[in-house]
């Protein structure tokens, strides 16, 4: 005792809760918690994939086939898991599609990386090799794409129509694929230095709800879901001189709120006269920069909307923000925030129209407008919601076509022939290296397993199939998740652009070896939700293992 003493104490440096990890009860710790996320996404995977219903803490419900939608809503406080959420987020910054793809991958790499680790090969050596493998994939990607013109619109209609297939958005796709490439075709432009991009800055989504999905329609110009502020107003106006403004036209707090102490009557007859006249004057300015319509994002006072009636000015308040800022491109209008420096240079021209049976405002910009909205519409809120997510995931791909100008086929096809080529790259690899480029070409297989497991077919047999043809050479060779053959996917119409693909390999990529990276998990509270303290193995496939206590409150059973 005394001797232990004169060795010092043990020095303690964390706090009584603190709870800490190492080495491989750390690595198993994350890698299931990792692998129980993308778990619970893989069975949405392609055309057959199946939906999933999210309930919020306050009850809203999300009905989603969309990777980046469900693991953003699960409300994730796993910090490892939150990494696999932040590589959906990134594929869908970065490709707008393949959010699913990527974390499914991710999952996988992870999964056999164990694997490794039980083998007793070092974390470095795992992440040496998968780094050398995503780059070798991503290039092998690059050689399997086949070019494209822009131009080609029929491969366009084939990009949006892959990427909408199985999801809210694929009874329309014919229709919806056209006016998506209609859409993305008129905010393409070549930039300066001859290349082509969509800017989808000037394309708006606006949802209606209460008709079918076949009625969406591409518009010039922006659709406002709102009504004028008062009945005596103008609805329509052909030569609209319009003012956006984002702040409220009313009497500031501190002026209404003010203290009153009145002696007589005609002291307050005075105040209230004299807020009018203020009002009148702030109405006064708008007519004085010529404009004949106004939408502001805030709120018209009454008193103001009355006035503004009687000088037969359109006025629309409480505009989304996302509305103003369209109508300024749209217009070439300014956002006004103050009347007293606002001018005619301010004003946006065109033409607004409406329509008083769905209340929508038309608004079309003059000469050298630019800007489209892409009017969806669809029987219920959930609906609408579902069919936005699908048509701006088509949206993506179809722009990044036009952009980066290579496709492949999909089904699987990509994933097979890549991981047959790293395969024989490792070969070329020495020292354990070469266990984690097999490790990761057998990853990448998890897609067309995915597929078809999810399509009630035999993955094995896929798989053998799949390799077959690739074997003998079709490099487009992937599943037809409704006939269970194996075909040339580029022929029969199921193209994905390059882009999405390489995204989702460095994501997936990055992610794993960032969680493979950690030897230690230091928690300054209780870890407790991780339940697999030393020993805890991971869960197999859907099991899920501990480390996911804090997923989701309520969604436990619906995985
Ligand atoms: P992600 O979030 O990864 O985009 P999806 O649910 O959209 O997930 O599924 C994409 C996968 O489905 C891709 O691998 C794609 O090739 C595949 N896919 C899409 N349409 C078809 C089809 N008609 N036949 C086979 N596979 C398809
Ligand atoms: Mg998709």
Redesign the pocket.
Known sequence: MSQRQMQGQPMIILGEDAQRMKDKSAQEHNISAARAVAESVRS????K?MDKMLVSSMGDVTVT????TILTEMDIDNPTASMIVEVAETQEDEAG??????V?IAGELLKNAEDLLDQDIHPSAIIKGFDMAAKEAKSEIQDIATDVDPDDEELLKKVAE??M???GAELNKELLAQIIVDAVNAVTVEAEDGSVVADLEYLNIETQTGSSAGDSELLEGAVVDKDPVHEEMPTSVDDAKVLLMDTAIELDETEVDAQLSVDDPSQLQNFLDKEEQQLKDLVDKVEATGANVLFCQKNIDDMAQHYLAEKGILAVKRAKKSDIEFLKEVLGASIVSDLDSASEDDLGHGTVSRDENEGLFYVEGGENAHGVTLLLRGSTDHVVDELERGVT?ALDVVASTVANGAVL?????P?IEVAARLRDFADSVEGREQLAVEAFADALEI?PRT?AENAGLDSIDTLVDLRAAHEDGDVSA?????TGDVEN?LD?G?V?PAH?KTQ?VSSAAEAANLVLKIDDIIAAGDLSTSGDGDEGGPGGPGGAPGGMGGMGGGMGGMM
Request: overall charge negative; aromatic content about 2%; charged content about 15%.
């Open positions: 949405t995977l392609g055309p994939g086939n969309d990777g980046v599609d393949g959010t699913t793809s990527a499914a892959t990427s297939t199985g999801k995931d086929g999909g089904g699987g096809a994933e897609i597929l992937g599943l037809n998740v409704f996917t029969t199921v994905e999405a989702a």
